[in-house]
C-alpha cells in the first residue's frame, strides 16, 4: 500500500523557521516526483512546491520562493521542506502528495497527484 | 494560469445531476485534474486529465471539456458526494488550483 506520511509542523514564530518531512513507502520513490500543497484554515488548495524525480528540478508557487526550500533523499524516501522566515499567511495544513506523469515536454511533465498524506500543521504564532 | 470554478457552492438533492465548471486563463491542453476533498481528510483524486476516472472512483463522476472550459459532472448525487471539489491546471510547472466549489445534499 502506498502512504505518505508528513512530520514536522508545529508552532513558530514569525520569522522563524521549521523543516517538514515526507516519509514514503509502498512505491519506488526515486522514480516519483513529489509536491508540496498547503490549505489555510477555511479556506482553498494551495499548491507551494514540487521537485522532480531525481530532485535536479525544483519548482515553487511566487509568494515563497527563496523563503521555503525543497529537497529530497532517495536513500531515506524522505522529502523536505525547509521553511524559513515564516509569516502569518503560511499557517496551513501542509500536505505532501506524490506525482503521476501523464505527458511530457522538452522542459516539463504533465502530472497529476494521485496519493496524499494526511498532512502536519504549521502554525506562525507569537 | 488562473482557475475559475463555477458555482461557489451548490445544494442539491440527492439523485439530482451536479454540474461544476472550470475556467482556466490560458489554453492548458487538457492536463486539468480534479480533487474531491471533505473535511478533515487530504484530497482524493477524481479525475486526470480531463476525463479519465480514477482508479475506485464511482461511475457517475465524469469529467469533460477542451481548451479553456472544463466542466465535472455527478450524474446522480449521492449522500457522500457532499465535499469540496477542487480543479487542478499541470500544464505550467507553475501548478494552480480552482477556488472549489462546496456540494451540499439538501
Known amino acids: 500500500e502506498v502512504q505518505l506520511l508528513e512530520s514536522g509542523g508545529g508552532l513558530v514564530q514569525p520569522g522563524g523557521s521549521l523543516r517538514l518531512s515526507c516519509t514514503v513507502s509502498?512505491?519506488?520513490?526515486?522514480?516519483?516526483?513529489m509536491s508540496w500543497v498547503r490549505q489555510a484554515p477555511g479556506k482553498g488548495l494551495e499548491w507551494v512546491s514540487a521537485?522532480?524525480?531525481?530532485?535536479?528540478?525544483?519548482y515553487y508557487t511566487d509568494s515563497v520562493k527563496g523563503l521555503f526550500t525543497i529537497s529530497r533523499d532517495n536513500s531515506k524516501n524522505t522529502m523536505y521542506l525547509q521553511m524559513d522566515s515564516l509569516r502569518a499567511e503560511d499557517t496551513a495544513i501542509y500536505y505532501c502528495?506524490?506525482?503521476?506523469?501523464?505527458?511530457?515536454?522538452?522542459?516539463?511533465?504533465?502530472?497529476?497527484?494521485?496519493?496524499w498524506g494526511q498532512g502536519t500543521t504549521v502554525t506562525v504564532s507569537s | 494560469i488562473q482557475l475559475t470554478q463555477s458555482p461557489s457552492s451548490v445544494s442539491a438533492s440527492v439523485g439530482d445531476k451536479v454540474t461544476i465548471a472550470c475556467r482556466t486563463s490560458l489554453n492548458i491542453n487538457n492536463y486539468l485534474n480534479w480533487y474531491q476533498q471533505k473535511p478533515g481528510t487530504p484530497p482524493k483524486l477524481l479525475i486526470y486529465t480531463t476525463s479519465n476516472l480514477q482508479i475506485g472512483v464511482p461511475s457517475r463522476f465524469s469529467g469533460s471539456g477542451s481548451g479553456t472550459d472544463f466542466t465535472l459532472t455527478i450524474s446522480s448525487l449521492q449522500a457522500e458526494d457532499s465535499a469540496t471539489y477542487y480543479c487542478?491546471?499541470?500544464?505550467?510547472?507553475?501548478?494552480?488550483f480552482g477556488q472549489g466549489t462546496k456540494v451540499e445534499i439538501k
Open positions: 509502498g512505491f519506488i520513490f526515486r522514480t516519483s516526483g
Open positions: 502528495a506524490k506525482n503521476f506523469v501523464v505527458g511530457r515536454s522538452a522542459i516539463h511533465r504533465y502530472y497529476y497527484m494521485d496519493v
Open positions: 521537485i522532480s524525480a531525481s530532485g535536479n528540478r525544483t
Open positions: 487542478q491546471q499541470t500544464y505550467s510547472s507553475l501548478v494552480t
